[in-house]
Each structure stands twice: as structure tokens, then as C-alpha cells.
């Protein structure tokens, strides 16, 4: 999964990780444009499905709760998001 952190810096890695990042600058660019409101929230993005010939994709970004700058949160944790 592709954290919050946006960077011009070209995409870097095996293939399937620069087509993740140039497939996750693509839909964050959309987002920022329409709905810049849900940015706050954003904690990441995974390509769910890719074709293999890598003209189609499907991506979600994940949301959760507005926390403060200072809080971290272990890479491993599973208790990221919370749907009460």
C-alpha cells in the first residue's frame, strides 16, 4: 500500500511498484481536484486489479479518522482504521 506522501520525484522500483506510483499520482491528482476535502483523511492506496497488459487498473484509497501530526502508528498494526 502506497502511503500519503506525494512527491514529484519519478517513480522508482521493480515495474509493478512504478505503475502503482504513477497509478496513485493519477487518482491523486483526480481526488485533489474533486474531492480535496477527503485529503485530511487519506492514510493510503493499493491497486486492487491490473491488467496484464497494463492498459486497465482499479485502485482504492483507504480513509480513516483525522489524527494529529504527532501520532504515529506501527507498520504492522492492524487497528490503522476503526468502523464503529
Same mark, same amino acid.
Given at each position: ?10 517513480? %522508482?522500483?521493480?515495474? *509493478?511498484? %512504478?505503475? +502503482? !506510483?504513477?497509478?496513485? !499520482?493519477?487518482?491523486? *491528482?483526480?481526488? !485533489? ?13 493499493? &491497486?486492487?486489479?491490473? /491488467?496484464? *497488459?497494463?492498459?486497465? /487498473? &482499479? ?8 489524527? /494529529? +501530526?504527532? =501520532? ?5 498494526? +492492524?487497528?490503522?482504521?476503526?468502523? =464503529?
Amino acid at each position: 500500500m502506497i502511503k500519503a506522501a506525494i512527491a514529484g520525484a519519478p517513480p %522508482q522500483g521493480s515495474p *509493478d511498484q %512504478q505503475f +502503482e !506510483q504513477g497509478f496513485f !499520482q493519477l487518482a491523486y *491528482d483526480k481526488l !485533489q481536484s474533486k474531492l480535496y476535502n477527503l485529503l485530511p483523511y487519506m492514510v493510503g492506496f493499493e &491497486v486492487v486489479n491490473k /491488467a496484464s *497488459d497494463g492498459t486497465k /487498473a &482499479v485502485g482504492a484509497f483507504g480513509f480513516g479518522e483525522k489524527r /494529529a +501530526e504527532d =501520532e504515529t502508528y506501527p507498520e504492522d498494526s +492492524e487497528e490503522k482504521l476503526s468502523f =464503529e
